[in-house]
């Protein structure tokens, strides 16, 4: 089995950068038998099971699982002008292409600068894990690009990263772009959504550190205890995450998605980066939560507490 853990822990040894898909390709890609397939996608999902927030398995279970849905959305985006645009020159939106600084020069409420202002405030990296083992290169471009839109679909909806907000992001792909492991991931992910969060209201309106949420059934939060006993239970945020996922966020994203006026990933996205966020979300038909979600899901202020 040490090979295949080798392979796990290889996997994640660079990230998407430079300018051609095809060099990236052919040095990403590890060719592997179907037994070799096999075995790794087993070993992912007992690593997945054991730990649903491992990035690793995850995207290693969606490259072995997800051909037929790849080719599915292959061809749903070469249905479309700019699809096909898409497909032929296989843009990339990494590192190599724009900078934090960039996005964050786009005008003020643009999609580019929202973009950079969610990847500032969670700290996250524009660059996303490289395929590797897709071995067609025109379905791992497609997949590429399917992770590349993750982040710009957390700007577009106005969700942070909470366990919440992810299991509703992952139903949302599942159901937009097909890829079985979304699916998958949000049932995973429902087993480790909190059932209750408390926290004081002050701190969640100003705290401005991210902290990485415990996957625990019951969440307060360190920093918070000494606050409780003293305040009034009026200024006590308390919150019910795996129910509101369950009985508003879920529902919530299957009409939003069934709504769409196109397909996201059939949309170069880049060129809206200078325009006004609500002009793109009022072409797609993409609304945010409803008020009485957004303490749950809001991007700002910090949602950590």
């Not at 040490?2 to 990230?15: Q, W, Y």
């Not at 490259?63 to 249905?79: G, V, Y």
């Not at 900078?99 to 409420?109: G, R, V, W």
């Not at 949000?186 to 209201?201: Q, Y």
């Amino acid at each position: 089995m040490n090979k295949f853990t080798n392979l796990l822990i290889k996997r994640t040894a660079s990230s998407l950068k430079g300018g051609d898909f095809r060099e990236l390709f052919r040095k990403n890609y590890i060719p592997i038998t179907q037994f070799e397939k096999v075995l790794l996608s087993v070993t992912s999902c007992v690593e997945g099971l054991k730990n649903p927030t491992d990035s690793n398995s995850v995207a290693c279970i969606t490259e072995l699982t997800s051909n037929r849905a790849l080719r599915k959305l292959q061809i749903l985006m070469n249905s479309t002008p700019d699809g096909r645009r898409i497909i032929k020159n296989r843009p990339l939106i990494d590192s190599s292409k724009y900078s934090i600084k960039d996005l964050m020069a786009f005008p003020d409420d643009s999609l580019g600068r929202r973009y950079g202002e969610f990847l500032t405030t969670y700290n996250l990296e524009i660059d996303r894990a490289p395929v590797r083992y897709v071995n067609s290169e025109d379905l791992a471009y497609v997949l590429t690009r399917f992770r590349q839109i993750h982040d710009i679909l957390h700007t577009a909806f106005e969700l942070n990263i909470t366990v919440e907000s992810e299991v509703t992001l992952k139903l949302f792909e599942f159901l937009h772009a097909g890829i079985p492991f979304g699916a998958i991931g949000a049932f995973m992910g429902l087993f480790i959504t909190p059932i209750l969060k408390v926290r004081p209201k002050e701190i969640f309106e100003n705290h401005n550190k991210i902290h990485v949420y415990p996957s625990k059934p019951i969440q307060i939060h360190q920093d918070c205890d000494k606050y409780l006993n003293s305040l009034e239970i009026t200024k006590k945020e308390i919150l019910y995450p795996k129910r509101i996922v369950i009985k508003e966020l879920i529902p919530w994203i299957y009409k939003a998605e069934k709504k769409m006026r196109h397909n996201i990933y059939t949309i170069m996205v880049e060129d809206w980066f200078p325009r006004p966020i609500a002009d793109f979300q009022n072409y797609l038909n993409i609304s945010p939560p409803p008020k009485q979600l957004q303490k749950y899901t809001r991007i700002k202020p910090m949602p950590f507490c």
